[in-house]
């Protein structure tokens, strides 16, 4: 167990919906990444979020958002869905922004299909 | 931007055998971590072992031992004594430090360890 909680482990929606996928860094992670793990594309950096703000940016389409709330858990938004975005939607967490250990927790992640 | 690339798509071996999954990477920079992945059918994230760029000495963790080449941008896996459930996903990926932990992922060897 990494200590990294993703809800849902599993979603099943329709073309055009939105859904919300949520993660709970490691007790003490200040840092929460998004990587979207598809058969095409591999695993693809999202978003990186460091105390709240926003951090780095990777390849994130414009109808995907995120945010980190306070309590530092995160949320990412996903929007006006297509086919293409059925994925395996992977949040990780580290201690900081320059983490002495480099070392990143994943979460056992949301497997998103899109009908 | 750093790229990964594991050329070897899938490989397999016998139980009890060692076995070498290859990563080169590209990067400008000097100061930067590299890490082996594994992803079971289970689909989470682990991480196997981690070399820092600037140490000599290649890591080694039980098992498992790495070739970091640096001059030459290589960092391979040495699995040894290989065991049914190394069977999964093996992913290379690159961590600039200077780019607050995110993780560059290479496409990934799929092993299958055969009894």
């Known amino acids: 167990d990494s200590g990294v909680t993703q809800t849902p482990k599993h979603l099943i929606t329709a073309t055009g919906q939105r859904v919300t996928l949520r993660c709970s860094p490691r007790s003490g992670d200040l840092s929460v990444y998004w990587y979207q793990q598809s058969l095409d594309q591999g695993l693809q950096f999202l978003i990186q979020?460091?105390?709240?703000?926003?951090?780095a940016k990777g390849n994130i389409l414009e109808r995907f958002s995120a945010q980190q709330f306070p309590d530092l858990h995160s949320e990412l938004n996903l929007s006006s869905l297509e086919l293409g975005d059925s994925a395996l939607y992977f949040c990780?967490?580290?201690?900081?922004?320059?983490?002495?250990?480099?070392?990143?927790?994943f979460g056992e992640g949301s497997r998103l299909t899109v009908l | 931007a750093q790229t990964v690339t594991q050329s070897q798509p899938e490989m397999s071996v016998q139980e009890a055998e060692t076995v070498t999954l290859s990563c080169t990477y590209d990067t400008s920079e000097s100061n930067y971590y590299l890490f082996w992945y594994k992803q079971p059918p289970s689909r989470q994230m682990i991480l196997v072992i981690r070399?820092?760029?600037?140490?000599?000495q290649n890591a080694t963790e039980n098992r498992f031992s790495v070739n970091f080449q640096k001059a030459a941008k290589s960092f391979s896996l040495k699995i040894s004594d290989s065991q049914l459930g190394d069977t999964a996903m093996y992913f290379c990926?690159?961590?600039?430090?200077?780019?607050?932990?995110?993780?560059?992922f290479g496409g990934g060897t799929r092993l299958m360890v055969k009894p």
């Open positions: 990926a690159f961590m600039n430090n200077n780019a607050g932990n995110m993780l560059t």
């Open positions: 990780a967490s580290s201690v900081g922004g320059l983490a002495v250990t480099g070392e990143l927790f």
């Open positions: 979020y460091y105390n709240g703000e926003e951090r």
């Open positions: 070399q820092e760029a600037y140490k000599q």
